[in-house]
């Protein structure tokens, strides 16, 4: 089964500093993968996802990812946040089992942008 | 509708009631998800639904737990003699089609066994 680890549990920034928030996956075949985000009393929302193609992929509010199929890595970035980025931060994986298209989900990361 | 729509937004019961959670998925969307978000278990996969029918309910963490789709629309999860460890954020999510990846997801709703 696949799995989904996201090292950062908590990450205090200041605004304008640069965000990476790692995210690595177990699962030797092929997979889509995905970063949701969940703003303080909303639900989760779509941030960027990988297919196929441009292992580079850019996202909503200026965020994106990279897609390193060698180390089984799809990192996080954003080069400067801001006080509204404060979020919690699901990276998630979607392998093809023909069992339809669930989502295995990362323990998330929350992430706190001080003024 | 707009997005997906999820009922009762709170639910509070007693140990040992039941309990049924609706979900309204995205018009026209066929493939409809159940996760589990709870402070121990991270988000967790409960059960998919295509049209009517549950091609995989692997998730499902024990007997007590069901859940039925009608009409190629509305979900309803049912827990019957709930337990206090059942009390999470139970989340629904929708999709196109199942070949479609992006999974839209409604508000949740937040069940607290006492």
């Known amino acids: 089964a696949q799995s989904v680890s996201q090292h950062n549990h908590h990450v205090i920034l200041s605004e304008a500093a640069s965000l990476e928030l790692g995210c690595n996956y177990s699962y030797g075949g092929t997979v889509n993968l995905f970063w949701y985000v969940q703003y303080p009393g909303q639900h989760l929302q779509l941030l960027l996802k990988y297919f196929s193609g441009d292992p580079l992929v850019k996202g909503i509010k200026g965020f994106e990812a990279e897609f390193i199929k060698s180390k089984f890595s799809f990192n996080l970035r954003k080069p400067s946040v801001q006080w509204s980025d404060t979020a919690e931060y699901f990276c998630?994986?979607?392998?093809?089992?023909?069992?339809?298209?669930?989502?295995?989900f990362g323990t998330g990361t929350q992430l706190k942008v001080e003024l | 509708g707009a997005g997906v729509s999820q009922s009762p937004s709170n639910k509070v019961t007693e140990k040992g009631k039941d309990v049924e959670l609706r979900c309204d998925p995205i018009?026209?969307?066929?493939?409809l998800y159940w996760y589990r978000q709870s402070l121990g278990q991270g988000l967790e996969f409960l059960i998919y639904?295509?049209?009517?029918?549950?091609?995989?309910k692997s998730g499902l963490p024990s007997d007590r737990f069901s859940a039925e789709r009608t009409g190629g629309s509305v979900s309803t999860l049912t827990i019957q003699r709930t337990q206090q460890e059942d009390s999470a954020v139970y989340l629904c999510?929708?999709?196109?089609?199942?070949?479609?990846?992006?999974?839209?997801f409604g508000p949740g709703t937040r069940l607290t066994v006492l």
């Open positions: 639904f295509q049209g009517n029918s549950a091609p995989d």
């Open positions: 018009s026209g969307h066929t493939a």
């Open positions: 999510a929708s999709s196109r089609d199942r070949f479609t990846d992006t999974q839209y």
């Open positions: 998630a994986v979607n392998a093809f089992t023909g069992g339809g298209n669930k989502l295995t």
